[in-house]
């Protein structure tokens, strides 16, 4: 499924199969999980994508020698630069992206650079998988850098949120979901995987951190407002709509606030080490490759309980 410009569906196309280069590793695609980051492509808020472009960078496919392995948003870096060379390769002015920069998993077959691919532990299926390598990765990382404070605040209850309820009451944290208002379907989801409160406004309590999933920035001065002092709000897409002005008052008492930008192999090594062990189970809506189009449409209209997933 190609995008041929931004704002246009994707194209039902038939490519010949791609031959890896040196250090690259040929995948039969098993799944791909769809991520808003692909929405924001295809829509054109993300305006630099390569085109003609195969999107999607929740990959787990299979090699010729019959290893499982799962393809991430990070599918490049220079290993030079200073942000490669002190741990930091999320940073790395050079990087490309699967699904952006290079084409990714809406496809039958994808060649992906073997240093950024992750095994898949077993007792995960394909589908169930596809959803770790960035809903779960991201999250991760954003859940990692909000600290170790009890209270945990997740603004936006969708596949990363889903995800990272499942870590944070593995670890003992308290779970508060913020959703749009109304969304009694996404509050009740909270709820059944822990949460001890769901509902839209500000929570009852204050929070030690606040995660930022869904792509408003009318969030942050409502999460910043929502955190006690020295808490931590984190923003965790690569897009956001723009952040309103706000009083210094909402950031004062050494309050927090800050990104994530994509992932290192790092954060996929130690999550997908520690996903069997809590466990995470992913929950999957299903749908055929070339029902890519309303696959996204359903994820832009914000029906989805977990995650989408195509299956080739």
């Known amino acids: 499924m190609v995008l041929e410009a931004a704002g246009s569906p994707l194209q039902a196309t038939e490519l010949e199969r791609p031959t890896p280069e040196p250090g690259q590793v040929l995948l039969r695609v098993r799944a ?15 305006t630099r994508p390569k085109l003609p472009l195969v999107p999607g960078h929740q990959i787990v496919g299979e090699a010729e020698d019959g290893r499982r392995l799962g393809v991430p948003w990070l599918g490049w870096t220079c290993g030079e630069c200073r942000f490669c060379t002190s741990g930091r390769e999320n940073l790395c002015d050079r990087a490309r992206f699967t699904g952006y920069d290079l084409d990714g998993g809406y496809a039958e077959w994808c060649v992906a650079d073997e240093r950024f691919c992750f095994p898949i532990p077993d007792g995960f299926g394909d589908l169930e998988a596809a959803p770790l390598l960035c809903a779960g990765l991201i999250g991760y990382r954003a859940f990692r850098l909000a600290g170790e404070g009890e209270r945990l605040g997740l603004y936006g209850f969708g596949a990363a949120a889903h995800i990272v309820a499942q870590v944070a009451r593995h670890e003992g944290r308290r779970i508060y979901a913020v959703t749009r208002e109304g969304d009694e379907a996404a509050q009740a989801f909270a709820r059944s995987l822990g949460a001890e409160w769901a509902g839209s406004g500000r929570p009852p309590e204050e929070l030690d951190a606040a995660l930022i999933f869904a792509p408003a920035g009318e969030l942050v001065p409502a999460a910043l407002a929502a955190v006690a002092k020295g808490g931590v709000v984190v923003c965790a897409g690569i897009h956001m709509s723009d952040i309103p002005s706000f009083p210094y008052e909402l950031l004062w008492g050494e309050r927090v606030l800050r990104s994530v930008a994509n992932l ?21 809506d299903t749908f055929p490759l070339e029902q890519a189009n309303e696959a996204l449409a359903k994820l832009r209209r914000g029906d989805v309980r977990g995650a989408l997933v195509l299956a080739p």
């Open 32 to 46: 791909c999980g769809i991520c808003r980051t692909d929405l924001h492509i295809v829509d054109g808020e993300l």
């Open 264 to 284: 290192t192999r790092r954060d996929g090594e130690d999550f997908l080490a520690l996903a069997p062990r809590v466990p995470v189970r992913t929950e999957v």
